[in-house]
């Protein structure tokens, strides 16, 4: 079919005809919709990288992680400078609740580096790979009030892992619990105000309606086969209460087999190495 144009017909008055204005009017439409097309897509991308970011222990980018999850890969980094610790060094796996997988020995890469945080009033320090960071929030006047110094530990990535706070009021509430213990092991060296011993532990608990998995350091009887009380998240050391613990989404696992199978990654391991090493001086 053959398509016919129309020119518009000169004005009677002498003046020029006016130019079509379609074809600008579509190249500007087509030039605002493809750069809205493009903030929309850089939009997507900036909230798909906050939500990796915000990942808790345990998790994926799909939310928490399923028994068959695939070990964490440690991110590599450079050596180093503030204190190394020798592999040798690495406590051993402590023994497990039956049925439970021993959690996977320490590899190489989990151990070559670490970095040492001491808290502003000297007493309180822990190591933590190197790569990762940590986020203070408080201040040395916070303190000395007992109102608490909070430092946040990320992974290399930016994923915030684990809480610890020195130097605020503790809180011994406490009450009964039917506790499964994963794994368990005590802090060395490290006990509290009353000469009683701390231990690191991974544990799920069940409270009246409600369920939920925590990995912290407690008094060690809080992790001893068969307890029925809940024990308290706070210790009490000199200087006031404390409270070191991993952070976990909401649910932290989709099972307790997930957890389990958690509990063979190097994530794992490096948080439990890194409650391990909490100090008191």
């Known amino acids: 079919m053959k398509v016919s144009t129309r020119r518009n017909p000169a004005p009677q008055d002498g003046r020029k005809p006016l130019a079509s204005s379609t074809g600008g009017s579509m190249n500007r439409n087509n030039v605002f919709l493809s750069l809205a097309l493009a903030a929309a897509l850089a939009v997507a991308l900036g909230l798909s990288s906050c939500s990796a970011a915000g990942q808790r222990a345990g998790e994926t980018a799909s939310g928490p992680a399923s028994e068959t999850a695939a070990p964490a890969q440690q991110e590599s980094g450079p050596a180093a400078t503030t204190a190394s610790t020798a592999a040798s060094a690495t406590p051993a796996p402590s023994s497990s609740a039956s049925g439970t997988p021993a959690p996977a020995a320490p590899t190489a890469s989990a151990v070559a580096g670490v970095k040492t945080f001491t808290f502003p009033d000297g007493h309180l320090s822990f190591s933590y790979p190197n790569g990762w960071s940590i986020r203070l929030v408080g201040s040395p ?129 490096q948080l439990k190495r890194l409650l391990l090493t909490l100090k008191y001086n």
Not at 154 to 181: H, M
Not at 222 to 229: I, K, L, N, Q
Request: cysteine-free; charged content about 20%.
């Open 141 to 269: 006047e916070d303190a000395a009030k007992l109102r608490g110094v909070q430092a946040v530990i990320a992974d290399a990535t930016g994923n915030e892992l684990a809480s610890i706070i020195s130097s605020t009021s503790a809180s011994n509430a406490s009450g009964p619990v039917a506790r499964t213990v994963l794994d368990t092991a005590p802090v060395p060296g490290l006990k509290d105000v009353d000469g009683e011993q701390l231990a690191f532990g991974f544990a799920f608990d069940s409270i009246a309606d409600q369920s939920d998995f925590h990995m912290s350091v407690r008094k060690e009887r809080d992790f001893a086969p068969g307890v029925a009380d809940s024990g308290s998240a706070y210790v009490s050391f000199a200087n006031g209460g404390a409270e070191a613990k991993v952070l976990f989404g909401s649910p932290a696992f989709a099972s307790v087999d997930a957890a389990k199978a958690w509990m063979t990654t190097e994530q794992y391991i």
